[in-house]
């Protein structure tokens, strides 16, 4: 398993990637929008035997201080379950750090983001969107700047809410 940075030419395959993970393709429309926003900050890839089996970005956001989303961690389904999605959450957050970002928010199970130190009551004070239990934090160089703000996700993001309503709504009415 190799982790490397996202290249150009692998476009078509990062889609594949994460249409794959997510059994659908809006998650990959929001990589391909962020990447085309130049909105992309971190992106990053595992190679398995000569093809792309996962995929992680972060984002750029507006926030009171260097902020990132992390947003999606992408892994196809043979490989989910083996810690390839750890090790790119991992590097990561590493890269991040690296490149002088403060934070990473990020929306998910807490019991998965938890154990690289992402924390939702870190993230309680700060006005976003998907502010609530799922909505976490991670000091990249503790402490937070700053423990309260306005957060606002790339534009990209609204669109992925946008079909996510639009998707709910069509199975509501035929159920």
Known sequence: MIIRDARPEDGAAIREVVT????????????????RDRDAEIALVVESRGALVGHVLLSRMTAPFRALALAPV?????????????????????????????????LGAPAYYTRFGFDPALAAGFASNYAGPYFMALALN?????????????????????QSTRLQEHREQNS
Do not use: C, Y
């Open 20 to 35: 794959r993970a997510f059994g659908r393709e809006a998650e990959a429309g929001l990589v391909d929008d962020l990447v």
């Open 74 to 106: 992408s892994v196809t389904p043979p490989h989910q379950g083996h810690g390839v999605g750890s090790a790119l959450v991992k590097e990561a957050i590493e890269a991040a750090r690296a490149n002088g970002w403060e934070a990473i928010f990020v």
């Open 142 to 162: 503790p402490p937070l700047p700053q423990l309260a703000g306005e957060l606002n996700h790339a534009p990209a993001f609204a669109v992925l809410d946008e």
